[in-house]
C-alpha cells in the first residue's frame, strides 16, 4: 500500500471516530434553587439527590445514585463527572435531567438542556428542586448541641447519632470523643459553611507587609551600585512576602462557621 493511500485510510478512520462521538468526557454543571412543596425557603445544608441523564427513553444515559447538594439561602451550584463520552446514537432531541431526594417521588418536569459542549460539558436552564426534607446529618457533619445539663453547647464532628446517644468529635480537643444522652438535646445547629481565612490573611498581609516594608526604607540612602529608591522597593518586596505569609498563618488559624438551626422534634424522629 502506497503512503498516500495509507494516509488516506488513516484519515477515513479518524473521521469515521470523530462522527461516532459528539463529546469529550461527560461534566454537568447543575445550578439553581431548592425550596420546599409549598414555595417556603428551606433550611440551607446538604441535601443528597439522585441525579439521571435522559435521551427521550424510556431508560437513562446515566444515573448518579448520590449528589450532594450544597444548599445556601436556598441557591446551590455545583459539577458532577466526568463521565465516559457518549456516543452520537445515544442522543435525540429530548435530552433531559432529572432529580429525585430520597424516599421522594422524581421532581417534574424534568430540566432540559441548554447546550452541550464539544468539550463534553453539559448546561442546563436554571434547576428549581423542591423537597419536605431536611439537610444530611451523616457522621462527619460539623454540628453545634444545646444540652439541657451543659449552659455552653457542644461544637464537634457527629460520629454517630442514635435515640440513645450522641457521639461527636471533640472540634477543640482533637481525638477526644465526647458521649452525650440524646433525651439531653434541647438544640441541634448544622455548619452550613465552615471556612479558614488563610487566603484573606494573605492578601491583607502583603499589602500591609509592603507598606510597612517601604516605610522603613525611607533611611535608605543611594550608594554607588543600587540607587535609594531600588533598596526601598526591595524592602518592600521583603516585608510583602514576610507579611503575606504571617498574615496566612494567622487567617488559617481563623474560623468562622454559619450555623442552621433544626427544628428538634424532626431530628428526633430521623434519630429513631
Same mark, same amino acid.
Given at each position: ?17 470523530? &462522527? ?42 446515566? &444515573? ?9 439561602? %436556598? ?64 457522621? %462527619? ?14 461544637? %464537634? ?28 438535646? &434541647? ?10 481565612? %488563610? ?28 540607587? @535609594?529608591?531600588? @533598596? ?41
Amino acid at each position: 500500500m502506497t503512503s498516500s493511500r495509507l494516509a488516506r485510510w488513516t484519515l477515513m478512520l479518524i473521521t469515521l471516530a470523530a &462522527t461516532e462521538v459528539v463529546a469529550g468526557p461527560v461534566k454537568i454543571h447543575l445550578e439553581g434553587t431548592l425550596t420546599g412543596h409549598a414555595g417556603e425557603p428551606t433550611f440551607d445544608g446538604v441535601y443528597p439527590v439522585t441525579v439521571r441523564l435522559w435521551n427521550g427513553g424510556t431508560d437513562p444515559i446515566i &444515573t448518579v445514585d448520590t449528589v450532594r447538594v450544597s444548599v445556601i439561602k %436556598g441557591m446551590f451550584r455545583t459539577h458532577i463527572g466526568p463521565y465516559a463520552v457518549l456516543a452520537r446514537e445515544m442522543f435525540s432531541t429530548r435530552k433531559s435531567l432529572s432529580f429525585q431526594f430520597p424516599d421522594e417521588p422524581e421532581i417534574s418536569p424534568r430540566t432540559p438542556f441548554l447546550r452541550m459542549a464539544p468539550s463534553g460539558e453539559i448546561h442546563c436552564s436554571p434547576i428549581r428542586l423542591s423537597t419536605s426534607a431536611m439537610p444530611v446529618t451523616d457522621a %462527619g457533619t460539623r454540628v453545634r448541641l444545646g444540652l439541657a445539663d451543659q449552659s455552653k453547647p457542644a461544637v %464537634g464532628i457527629l460520629l454517630s447519632m442514635s435515640s440513645r446517644q450522641i457521639e461527636l468529635l471533640d472540634a477543640s480537643r482533637p481525638g477526644l470523643v465526647e458521649k452525650y444522652d440524646f433525651d439531653s438535646l &434541647t438544640a441541634l445547629d448544622i455548619s452550613t459553611r465552615f471556612r479558614r481565612h %488563610g487566603q484573606v490573611g494573605l492578601i491583607a498581609g502583603i499589602a500591609v507587609g509592603a507598606i510597612v516594608g517601604y516605610t522603613m526604607g525611607s533611611g535608605e540612602e543611594d550608594d554607588l551600585s543600587t540607587s @535609594k529608591e531600588t @533598596k526601598r522597593a526591595f524592602d518592600s518586596f521583603a516585608g510583602a512576602i514576610l507579611g503575606g505569609l504571617t498574615g496566612y498563618l494567622l487567617g488559617n488559624s481563623v474560623t468562622t462557621d454559619r450555623w442552621q438551626s433544626l427544628p428538634i422534634d424532626r431530628v428526633r424522629d430521623r434519630a429513631r
